[in-house]
């Protein structure tokens, strides 16, 4: 259980991964992360990764700090210390990572490509469908134990 891979995550949810460029500003980085529902951007400086930035950093990096998110830029705030895994990391190895280093965003690289981004809710999400189809297979096999 929970031995799927992330690229089995990636293939239902796309690769499509948001970022930003590290000279935007905070305000631009925000406004880019409400309108698409999400809480985390990745920076990179063309191909090159740089860093991520979060929701969290803007709590505790700008809001906190009381900076001027229009004159902040992401550069100054994001997170450089970024973890990334490959696509044949297991769900398992994900969840222990992320509560490890308490981040709520791995990025997918394999070798040099960036293949996507999981956050802790498609983590979730995928273990309640592992664990909902694991309790479906075993109720089926007690059931098919009891019929003559």
Do not use: C, W
Not at 68 to 77: G, L, R, S
Not at 113 to 142: C, F, P, W
């Amino acid at each position: 259980m929970l031995d799927s891979k992330l690229g089995t995550i990636l293939k239902n949810k796309g690769g499509l991964v948001h970022s930003v460029e590290p000279e935007a500003t905070v305000m631009e980085a925000v406004q880019s992360m409400n309108q698409h529902k999400i809480g985390a951007l990745l920076v990179h400086r063309g191909k090159r990764l740089l860093g991520i930035f979060t929701e969290r950093d803007v709590l505790v990096r700008v809001v906190d700090a009381g900076l001027d998110p229009n004159a902040t830029t992401v550069q100054q705030v994001m997170t450089t210390n970024i973890h990334t895994v490959d696509s044949s990391t297991t769900v398992n190895e994900a969840m222990k990572i992320m509560t490890a280093e308490r981040f709520r965003h791995l990025p997918i690289v394999d070798g040099e490509r960036l293949m996507g981004m999981v956050s802790i809710g498609d983590i979730m999400i995928r273990t309640l469908q592992e664990n909902k189809s694991y309790s479906h297979n075993l109720l089926a096999y007690i059931h098919g134990q009891h019929v003559h």
